[in-house]
């Protein structure tokens, strides 16, 4: 019998049912687990080992006497670190919030309780939640389970490498840019990024408090698309909404059960790894045997959006994000960001001419967008992002698509050192941040021997996604499926039709069954000048 750690989540919620196993089994099975992977992966900031065993407990001996335990009930998640759980801390991976622990809970954690699930631990994020490699100050660094020499994503970092590892079942992350979506691809499970506001995002400590242009949004992370499908029907959104005036409490848009689908395996911003395409085509292959019509669409107004995006989230020069660091050194993953949306605007502008002179034009447009604005200006970029929305809102329309596939970033796991080039890859999930659309990424297949040869393009951002591709051999590699606001459960649907597809595969990511500690990199190497300071 397979372990149950590495059970899915509608698996051991039918061996509860029946009375096969118990909680408390489920909660000893991670407990078990996360010895063996943590030295290696550390994927928690805190683990509740006494607390979920408390928990599970009590879950067994209530349904012994028969009560219900609700949809999820004994069942153990793990939750982002930045996400309200009363009592712990809520840090964001800064030292100068080490001491903030919440009254109370969040909402999403309220949630996942009424539906009778228990937390078993929260998990690691980067310093600030602004990267894809995951180190901070506070708890150290998180590795990816399927290479120790590559990032988990982030910034749910400990969230994808705790489910991928097998430490945890799922979990709750945010998303602000691709913080769920990338952990999920880069180990190879599924991360789910709802509606703007389709659940309630109530006692989220946020990257960059204020900036409502773009918002995080919570949601979902789990080993399957079924799985998500399990948390979707078991979070009871009414309950939100009576508590949050922002979730709407409405009925999901309607659509035909056959529909047309639209793909695409390049946005045109950042060129994809030769494995994402052939995801994106398993993808398509799977819908089109579902009795779905698939169509090719242009990946409208990307690189718009991601200018928009760049200027949104620099648009106080930083102010807010120095604020919040009080004086804390960046990790050198965060040193570009840092000092692209601190240069002067006269020496921005000589900057970009100069790149576009060096033939540059993606990294120029990258300087030009980033940097503190004036109100005016951030008054004409909101003005901006309007009009974009309304001009995809059409694009969409008149294609006829009631949702799209994609690649699930450019690139399969960034090696460690090489993310700050590689932070353009978001292009793929950014966009839909804007436009507040449900996205969900989907695990597929693993890097092939003979995909590690791309040609990226001459520009620096190309060489550094061709030099990523050589070392990519075996690494976990997704979709992202797409749809208009509201029609969240259509994107889990489609998930779970073309899951099936993938699993047949000999090359599907399971569970790894070994952690190579060999791989680990010296503390030097993975986590520059990094003081642990751990909270009580």
């Known amino acids: 019998m397979t372990e149950l750690y590495a059970q899915s989540l509608v698996e051991l919620k039918r061996l509860l049912d029946k009375g096969a196993i118990s909680s408390v089994d489920i909660v000893r099975s991670l407990h078990a687990r996360a010895d063996e992977t943590e030295p290696d992966v550390r994927g928690f900031s805190r683990q509740l080992r006494a607390e979920s065993l408390q928990e599970a407990e009590r879950c067994d001996r209530e349904r012994r006497r028969g009560v219900a335990g609700g949809p999820l009930g004994g069942l153990p998640f793990s939750l982002k670190e930045n996400i309200a759980l009363a009592g712990y801390a809520c840090t964001t991976g800064l030292r100068r919030e080490v001491d903030h622990r919440p009254a109370v809970d969040a909402s999403?954690?309220?949630?996942?309780?009424?539906?009778?699930?228990?937390?078993?631990?929260?998990?690691?994020?980067?310093?600030?939640?602004?990267?894809?490699?995951?180190?901070?100050?506070?708890?150290?660094?998180?590795?990816?389970?399927?290479?120790?020499?590559?990032?988990?994503?982030?910034?749910?970092?400990?969230?994808?490498?705790?489910?991928?590892?097998?430490?945890?079942?799922?979990?709750?992350?945010?998303?602000?840019?691709?913080?769920?979506?990338?952990?999920?691809?880069?180990?190879?499970?599924?991360?789910f990024k709802p509606t703007q506001d389709a659940w309630s995002n109530i006692g989220i400590n946020s990257a960059v408090p204020g900036q409502n242009l773009i918002r995080a949004q919570v949601g979902p992370m789990a080993r399957s698309a079924a799985d998500l499908a399990l948390i979707f029907d078991a979070i009871d959104t009414q309950w939100m909404a009576s508590r949050d005036w922002r979730v709407p409490d409405r009925v999901e848009i309607a659509a035909p059960s056959k529909?047309?689908?639209?793909?695409?395996?390049?946005?045109?911003?950042?060129?994809?790894?030769?494995?994402?395409?052939?995801?994106?085509?398993?993808?398509?292959?799977?819908?089109?045997?579902?009795?779905?019509?698939?169509?090719?669409?242009?990946?409208?107004?990307?690189?718009?959006?991601?200018?928009?995006?760049?200027?949104?989230?620099?648009?106080?020069?930083?102010?807010?994000?120095?604020?919040?660091?009080?004086?804390?050194?960046?990790?050198?993953?965060?040193?570009?960001?840092?000092?692209?949306?601190?240069?002067?605007?006269?020496?921005?502008?000589?900057?970009?001419?100069?790149?576009?002179?060096?033939?540059?034009?993606?990294?120029?447009?990258?300087?030009?967008?980033?940097?503190?604005?004036?109100?005016e200006q951030f008054w004409q970029l909101v003005a901006r992002s309007e009009q974009l929305k309304l001009d995809y809102q059409e694009k969409w329309r008149a294609s006829g698509i009631s949702a799209l596939v994609t690649p699930a970033a450019a690139s399969p796991a960034v090696p460690i050192g090489m993310e700050q080039d590689a932070s353009m890859i978001f292009s793929y999930f950014g966009p839909y941040n804007i436009l507040g659309m449900p996205a969900g990424v989907l695990p597929i297949s693993r890097v092939r021997p003979n995909e590690t040869i791309m040609d990226g393009g001459n520009e620096r951002i190309g060489r550094r996604l061709t030099a990523i591709a050589t070392r990519s051999a075996g690494l976990p590699v997704a979709v992202q499926v797409v749809a208009p606001p509201g029609s969240d459960r259509i994107a889990v649907q489609l998930m779970c039709q073309i899951e099936p597809y993938a699993h047949e595969a000999a090359d599907f990511p399971r569970v790894p069954t070994t952690i190579d500690g060999a791989c680990l990199p010296t503390a030097a190497a993975s986590n520059d000048n990094v003081r642990m300071c751990s909270p009580s």
Request: proline letters at 5%; charged letters at 20%; hydrophobic letters at 40%.
């Open 259 to 375: 529909r047309r689908i639209g793909y695409f395996t390049s946005d045109g911003v950042t060129e994809s790894h030769p494995a994402m395409r052939r995801a994106v085509q398993q993808a398509v292959d799977a819908l089109r045997a579902e009795g779905h019509e698939l169509v090719e669409v242009e990946p409208w107004y990307h690189a718009d959006f991601v200018a928009l995006y760049l200027a949104a989230m620099s648009a106080d020069g930083l102010r807010t994000v120095k604020r919040r660091f009080a004086g804390e050194s960046p990790s050198s993953s965060l040193r570009l960001i840092w000092w692209l949306a601190t240069i002067p605007r006269p020496w921005r502008r000589l900057s970009a001419l100069a790149l576009r002179t060096a033939k540059e034009p993606t990294l120029a447009r990258i300087v030009e967008e980033t940097g503190e604005l004036t109100v």
């Open 108 to 191: 999403i954690v309220i949630a996942a309780r009424r539906a009778g699930a228990f937390c078993i631990g929260k998990s690691n994020v980067p310093q600030g939640l602004l990267s894809m490699r995951c180190e901070n100050n506070i708890y150290g660094p998180t590795y990816n389970p399927w290479s120790l020499r590559h990032v988990s994503g982030g910034s749910s970092s400990g969230e994808g490498a705790l489910i991928a590892s097998g430490a945890s079942l799922f979990g709750f992350g945010t998303d602000l840019g691709g913080s769920i979506r990338f952990p999920a691809a880069f180990c190879g499970i599924c991360g």
